[in-house]
DNA sequence: TACTAATCGAGACGGTACGTCGTGTCTTGAC
DNA sequence: GTCAAGACACGACGTACCGTCTCGATTAGTA
């Protein structure tokens, strides 16, 4: 029902995913560095991707603690510097970034970075009823919409822009997505909280 | 100083990175397409990467209209809007998303991917420019930020996520970034508010 | 420890050997007359050169049989008629030729060249041995010069010179290398035989 | 009606010849070296062995003097000394060795091959012209068979049989072929007999 | 001295074969 | 039931030379 050596071959896939990127990782590499026959590989996954998209969800390195810091800014706050770190500490940066890129090429591997995400938000939602609870957040406030926007950012400056994540990013971030970039002059803008005022 | 048959390859290139994705897409099948020899591809790119470097850099595709709608939320409605359609809309979409994907994967490309949101940003620019003279937004306020939360909420949204973009994303989107999400009952006069309203 | 159409490939290479000569062969061809692909070939032979030493090592058409007439004169001039035959007549003469050709150029098929000379000096021995015995040959002869001579005549006369053997060829060279050509008026000189007289 | 650099096209084809051995010697490479565009040297020649054809043919490495020594013995025993330090003696050895094999591949050097053996042999008439005077040779006795055998027990030891020619080789064939080497016992007189002795 | 051939360099090209790597499949025999 | 070992067809890689072509630039020799 399972390899006899199943951790080796997956550990073993995450470190040349690390180490070589996406695309130079191989199957013959994975059997080499495990120990294990090429014919094995394939007895048990139909394809690199299959074989990453059970290594990604067996990782703990991609596993993330839900944080209560009492506000939803700071909760907020907490989870996109985890998340900051994931994109850029190796090496999970580099099965992180690497399996994520993967995924646009992969149907398999979209699924998995699909689930990914589900099961993040899914664990996210208690933060967002705490901060319902506690007035901190309207209603209508779509949770998925402010997890896309926090998320894509951090993203989108790493890999895309390809520019270092500065000190203050995560927080700025935070900030102008709870309390908005327009209306100069006014009193909410660019300040630490006021949350639930 | 530049192949006869330039467009013609790059036109290939462009047409199998859509239909086969980057991983699937060969030089080989490059060359076949379009009538010229491998050989001759490989004397003007060293490699598949630097193909696409230079098929995406020449393509029309991807590029984009500055909008004036008169507002800073009209313009960034319409820039979100662009983004979506060219994150969604075959066959600029298999391109794009192929070729950002690839990226994390490449070296050269990723090079291509910051050349593309440098550029961008630079054409941006004029949009927070008059809306800093409309009054529309505060000095204090980070363009790239605004940007990096608007744009990766759609990519992370679309590629990450795979879940559709409703009619309403990009306008929410905005709505967010511009207004927040947070304080509940705010009310706030002047604009078609929804996502914190 | 063999390749499963090991005979297929091995003929399929002297075939294409003597169709197109050393030069024109390609591992390529070999591999598609055999109906095997070419990474096949690769994996048991590094060269072509070393894949033509087995085809020729393994090939029956270069043997030869011992011949036993009851004279050193008799031997001889089958020996020779032998060689003349292998190098002269198709298909076997197209393979020999261009294989001795072609071990010049080849380390790999110089040794197969030499081994092949060896083997078969190896095998006149008893030739030499017997005309010993009989009394036909000086104890102090050198039985490898008599066939330097002998066979590289034929070689010189048919490859370099690219002149016909006559009929008379072999007997000729036969009688002057076991008489000699010096001396006009001597009596041993230009009749057939007088062996051991 | 001649290429500029004719001399040194030639000049260079001749070394790396000498260097590379036929089969890895290359039009681009002569090209190269001579300091002459490829075009250049296919504009004059058809190919690489009607290249060296022409260079062969103009080399002076490869001419000989007729000897005349006094006696066939000794002119025979200078010509063959002759060959045997062509075939032996780098660089000419390395050039004369590489051409004559690929002559077996190429109709073209076949022919150069052909004429050097013709012209040679031409050249080599006085020497039985004055051995027959001399009454040295039998008036029926065959030149061209007398230095096949000598010339191709040369080739054949020297190339196939890749062993080295000792000190006496030479005399010894030319005493074998003047004299034979059967009739142990004989008492032939007049000369220092070694090979039937 | 100028002109007018002949000759050349440069650069690009289609093409063949090279030798290699990795894929995914299969069979056999061991544990 | 699981595996290692080994062989394989296949597709593509990136490279080396092949032999050809066009287009200007040089050279000569000769007018």
Redesign the interface.
């Given at each position: 029902m399972a390899p006899r050596k199943k951790d080796d071959i997956l550990n073993a896939a995450l470190r040349l995913l690390a180490e070589k990127?996406?695309?130079r990782l191989t199957i013959e590499g994975v059997a080499e560095l495990s120990g294990v026959n090429k014919t094995t590989i394939y007895r048990w996954w139909p394809s690199k991707a299959a074989l990453l998209g059970t290594a990604l969800v067996e990782a703990q390195e991609l596993g993330f603690d839900v944080p209560d810091t009492g506000s939803?800014r700071g909760d907020l706050h907490a989870l996109l510097d985890g998340l900051a770190w994931l994109l850029t500490t190796p090496p999970a940066a580099d099965i992180a970034?690497?399996a994520?890129?993967?995924?646009?090429?992969?149907p398999e591997l979209?699924e998995a970075?699909?689930g990914?995400?589900?099961d993040r938000f899914a664990r996210e939602q208690p933060i967002f009823e705490r901060a319902r609870e506690r007035?901190?957040?309207?209603?209508?406030?779509?949770p998925m919409?402010?997890m896309?926007?926090?998320?894509?950012?951090?993203?989108?400056?790493v890999?895309?822009?390809?520019l270092p994540l500065d000190d203050g990013f995560t927080e700025?971030?935070v900030n102008?997505?709870?309390?908005?970039?327009?209306?100069?002059?006014?009193p909410?803008?660019?300040r630490p909280a006021r949350?639930g005022?």
């Open positions: 990127g996406y695309e939803l970034v690497a994520l890129g993967a995924a646009v090429n992969s979209a970075a699909k990914f995400f589900a007035g901190e957040l309207a209603d209508s406030a779509d919409m402010i896309d926007l926090l998320a894509g950012a951090v993203w989108l400056r890999v895309f822009r390809q700025r971030a102008a997505v709870l309390d908005g970039v327009g209306r100069p002059g006014d909410r803008a660019g949350a005022g």
